[in-house]
């Protein structure tokens, strides 16, 4: 197979890009996968599509083709580029499987696939990326390609707008009953 696992319009802001000390991660949870503890995606290879917030498709590349670059690093580097103000969310699709311990397998030099794989996995990741209104059926990855929902580390995670109103928000009505 070509594309392992994929990820469909993580958002920008939940991704934790690091600090002093802290190198960041994308990390994701498998569909369906109840007690997995959640994957690290910042070394992927492969390629990736980003979105304004409207969903609409702004720039499309690769991690880890021809550069060190894997996609963790190539996305932080989207957020100082001629694009940083453009996107919001991103969709990858992976060539390093999930090990059973949670790592990405090793670097793949040369992989050769079956000519329909590659075509249906070209397809599916075109459909997948763009959205067309015409394509009803979606995408053929195959069974053993596992998409992966991003996971919101609270942790490392500031806080969002919402979120810090509704607390807040709480609080005021927890210390207007006290009164």
Partial sequence: MLIQNYG???????????????????????????????VN???QQGVYCLYDENFNLVYVGQAGGKND????????????????DRWSRFSWFGIRRVLKGGNLSAEISAAHPPIADVLN??????????EPVRNRQGGKFGESVKQYLQ????????PDAERMLRDIWEKQKRDTKKK
């Fill in 8 to 38: 469909l319009f993580w958002r920008r802001p939940l991704v934790h890009w690091g600090r002093q000390g802290n190198p960041g991660h994308l990390k994701g949870v498998r569909i369906g996968a109840k007690k997995e503890k959640p």
């Fill in 41 to 43: 995606f910042r070394d």
């Fill in 69 to 84: 670059q894997r996609l963790f690093q190539r996305l932080k580097q989207h957020r100082e580029d001629a694009v940083s």
């Fill in 121 to 130: 996995h070209i397809e599916a990741i075109l459909i997948a990326a763009a």
């Fill in 151 to 158: 996971y919101r580390d609270e942790k490392n995670l500031i």
